[in-house]
Nanobody, 132 residues
Framework: QVQLVESGGGLAQAGGSLRLSCAAS????????MGWYRQAPGKQRELVAAIAFTSGAGTNYLDSVRGRFTISRDSAKNTVYLQMNSLKPEDTAIYYC????????????????????????WGQGTQVTVSS
């Protein structure tokens, strides 16, 4: 079992910044990848950023946030961050942290599961609202 708890959401003005945090607990030794998703009202949930949790070396981003958002992790704190800069009103959504469990051998498949929207565990979500 893995528990994911997000924090850091809130209200920001367009052009501003927010940093989201996702603290993992439980069977964290099994976490292979972690990602941040978002879901805006009336839209499908989408993956905005992903990271290889163990090494932190592999990252990937949704095209619309590339260059504005940065995903990172602090292995000592078992926490993944999403730094969001140059925020736009269209970034308004509920942001969810999620993870897949696996090993180095399953990393490629786990990346695919993140992008397919089928991770193993989800956080409860945190609201981000960007005003124009």
């Amino acid at each position: 079992q893995v528990q994911l708890v997000e924090s850091g959401g809130g209200l920001a003005q367009a052009g501003g910044s927010l940093r989201l945090s996702c603290a993992a607990s439980g069977s964290i030794f099994s976490i292979n990848t972690m990602g941040w998703y978002r879901q805006a009202p009336g839209k499908q949930r989408e993956l905005v950023a992903a990271i290889a949790f163990t090494s932190g070396a592999g990252t990937n981003y949704l095209d619309s946030v590339r260059g504005r958002f940065t995903i990172s992790r602090d292995s000592a704190k078992n926490t993944v961050y999403l730094q969001m800069n140059s925020l736009k009103p269209e970034d308004t959504a509920i942001y969810y942290c999620a993870c897949t469990l696996g090993t180095i051998a399953t990393l490629h498949a786990d990346w695919a599961r993140l992008w397919d929207g089928t991770p193993d565990y989800w956080g409860q979500g945190t609201q981000v609202t960007v005003s124009s």
